[in-house]
């Protein structure tokens, strides 16, 4: 074959996987050609995005250094300053024609609300897309795992939106846990501020006109059909339970990210949870959720508790007198044999108690290799680098966890034992009709 003809054999795909490993050999380094940082077009990612508002917006941004070639969102007003930003870049309504149409797409950013991101993410991963999802990973627990399955198989590059999985403080928990700063650990607290958005109420009765610059049609998307109503949206998706993963799935994926890595925690044994009224339209007003996790990689039993909606666990006795526990989001305490460790929301600024105990501690080595931007850890993965720190073999059993407080919810009071390798209860058909969802008609993985 002729070099034509062997260049245009290539995937444009195959030449960015290929340019870390080709890099190596090159004689003249990429900087002294085009200045410090530059990258050459050749190796930019054609990157485009579901959801272009809100969240969206601050994802595209991220990795605005790449090609936006792409964007789509149901909603014309929320999206509008993004649309405007990337001008060169094609406008869409349905991701499913997007995808089917822009055949030089390299990469996806999911940003939807919690109900679409799978049947989004999974049609992008059939196709040879790379993935970055906006946490959680998913809606349910079966499109946890069928995603990560997925993105195993078609060997794409993703992570998920726990920004904080890439940040410091989470790394030096990982490694002043392991290092036995406060000894084994065999209960952990985790709490949040939210939810911010209302639950506890039913169902709106007024049907007023969809406004004309949203397509309600596809913002339901796979979720049961209702009529339009402003309660449901923008942000207020989270706290029903057709469409949102109320607290749990807002802050959850960032808060109990740092005990489920250092902790090694994987499947929980059992699940059990109380709160203020349920109904069958939104979560409580506030709800406490206990996880019980059994013996693994030389660790202890360890009971994990989640608490939101304003409570929160008591202030250790050692922890001086007017000291905040947490950051504004959250935190999440931990209770070893030999001390506790306290941090805020993401993992952030992680200090043994009391700090006299913090000054003296001699710190261990930094074992974990560091993260330069979440978003920048995939784009590197996209073009033939390291898994990225939160991809989907790592996020699809957090999500996991994080989704089985919300089905413990659902049944207040009982404890839901938990067979993880045949992804079920054991004890509760009823909790096990909430493992899957039916999907309206024209929406699937």
């Known amino acids: 074959m002729s070099a034509k003809g062997m260049k245009s054999a290539m995937s444009r795909r195959d030449f960015l996987a290929s340019t870390a490993a080709v890099a ?7 900087h002294v050609l085009g200045g410090p940082g530059y990258t050459p077009p050749s190796e930019k990612l054609n990157i485009a995005a579901i ?54 797409i390299d990469a ?19 196709m040879g897309k790379h993935v970055y999802c ?37 790394r030096l928990i990982c490694e002043w846990l392991w290092d036995g700063a406060i000894g084994p ?21 007024e049907t007023p006109p969809v406004p004309k610059t949203l397509d309600w049609d596809l913002w339901l998307g796979p979720a049961p059909n209702r009529p339009y109503n402003p309660a449901y949206l923008p942000f207020k998706w989270r706290g029903w339970w057709d469409f949102g993963t109320g607290a749990l799935g807002d802050m959850a994926c960032h808060i109990i990210d740092s005990p489920f890595w250092a902790l090694k925690l994987g499947q929980p044994i059992n699940v059990e949870a109380s709160s203020t009224k349920v109904n069958s339209e939104t979560y409580p ?11 693994r990689h030389g660790m202890p039993p360890v009971k994990l508790t989640w608490y939101d909606g304003g409570i929160r666990p008591p202030q250790p006795e050692d922890m001086e007198p007017g000291r905040r526990m947490g950051s ?7 209770v070893g044999e030999k001390g506790k460790l306290v941090c805020g929301c993401y993992g952030n600024s992680p200090r043994l108690i009391p700090e006299a105990k913090m000054a003296a501690y001699n710190r261990p080595p930094k074992t974990i290799p560091r993260v330069k931007g979440h978003h920048k850890n995939w784009v590197q993965a996209c073009k033939g680098g390291k898994p990225a720190c939160s991809n989907f073999d790592y996020a699809g059993p957090l999500t996991e966890t994080v989704l089985l407080g ?15 390798p045949n992804m079920r209860f054991t004890n509760n058909d009823d909790a096990n009709k909430y493992i899957h969802r039916k999907y309206r008609q024209g929406w699937t993985l």
């Open 406 to 420: 919300n089905l413990a919810i659902r049944n207040p009071g009982k404890k839901l034992c938990w067979d993880g």
């Open 285 to 295: 007003l506030a709800s406490t959720v206990h996880y019980q996790f059994g013996a």
């Open 24 to 30: 190596a050999f090159t004689i003249v380094p990429r």
């Open 51 to 104: 959801g272009a508002g809100g969240k969206g917006a601050g994802d595209i941004g991220a990795v605005s250094s790449e090609n936006i070639v792409a964007l789509c969102d149901v909603d014309d007003k929320k999206a509008a300053e993004t649309f405007e930003h990337y001008p060169k870049a094609k406008k869409y309504r349905d991701f499913r024609k997007m995808l089917e149409k822009e055949k030089n």
């Open 134 to 170: 906006e946490k959680p990973l998913t809606y349910s627990i079966y499109e946890a795992r069928e995603l990560a399955k997925a993105a195993r198989e078609a060997k794409v590059a993703t992570q998920m939106g726990n920004q904080g999985h890439s940040g410091e403080g989470n």
């Open 108 to 126: 996806v950013i999911v940003a939807t609300p919690d109900h679409t991101h799978a049947v989004a993410a999974m049609m992008a991963i059939k």
């Open 185 to 205: 650990v065999r209960e952990v607290h985790t709490w949040t501020n939210r939810p911010i958005w209302p639950q506890g109420i039913d169902r709106p009765k």
């Open 328 to 334: 504004d989001n959250g935190g999440a305490l931990f």
